[in-house]
């Protein structure tokens, strides 16, 4: 079957470094997106990765090794506007989304 | 640039009655995605659109459910016969599938179905 992890939820200071990690087992692997979603609102696309290593977009970085199956997503300078889920999902052999149940992240001042 | 619209915002119906749920994706994108989520989950993917045709659905999806994308732009998705069980947020999302195999999705806000 087809598996994505992450953890339910991580708490965090404001203006620290929190990193919120995936490990999937997919049929196939086309790439790896990252979503932020705001409690009641959509998903917003943060990061897309297909080749290891890490990309750096601002505070936010992500990084993915394929051989692991493994992916991070690195929140640095953390804001309270931070808060929120954060959503790993997996392109499959058939270039379908596999979606993990997010890792809801809690910043305290 | 307008993104992705959905209407309504919210919906509450009663056990048995028919909704119907419209999105309306970024202009220029010729994909469009349905998926469900309650909360505490990520979306459970239901249906997609490239341009007009209908090119998945999801072994999940009853007979209760349908899409359609008439025109390739805007999409409806109705359920009949509402069950609580239905109660959930309701996602459409569009994309632009170009020249690369993978598409990035763009989410509306979502329905809110509350079935009582």
């Known amino acids: 079957g087809q598996n994505i992890d992450q953890p339910t939820e991580m708490t965090a200071t404001e203006g620290a470094i929190v990193q919120i990690n995936c490990t999937y087992q997919?049929?196939?692997?086309?790439?790896l997106f990252w979503y932020q979603q705001h409690a009641g609102e959509a998903p917003t696309f943060l990061s897309y990765n297909v080749l290891d290593g890490l990309e750096e977009k601002g505070r936010f970085s992500s990084f993915l090794s394929r051989s692991k199956g493994y992916s991070y997503l690195l929140l640095k300078e953390l804001q309270m506007k931070d808060s929120a889920s954060y959503l790993c999902?997996?392109?499959?052999?058939?270039?379908?989304?596999?979606w993990g149940a997010g890792t809801k992240l809690i910043i305290k001042p | 640039d307008t993104g992705v619209s959905q209407d309504p915002r919210h919906k509450i119906t009663k056990r048995g009655q028919n909704v119907t749920f419209r999105c309306d994706p970024i202009s220029e994108h010729n994909r469009l995605y349905w998926y469900r989520q309650t909360l505490g989950q990520g979306p459970e993917f239901l249906t997609y659109f490239q341009n007009e045709a209908q090119l998945e659905k999801s072994r999940l999806l009853s007979d209760r459910f349908s899409a359609e994308r008439p025109k390739g732009s805007f999409s409806t998705l109705e359920i009949q016969r509402t069950e609580q069980g239905d109660s959930a947020m309701y996602l459409c999302?569009?994309?632009?599938?170009?020249?690369?195999?993978?598409?990035?999705?763009?989410f509306g806000p979502g329905t809110r179905l509350t079935v009582l």
């Open positions: 999302a569009s994309s632009l599938l170009g020249l690369a195999e993978v598409d990035t999705q763009y």
């Open positions: 999902a997996v392109v499959d052999s058939n270039y379908q989304l596999i």
């Open positions: 997919t049929s196939g692997f086309n790439g």
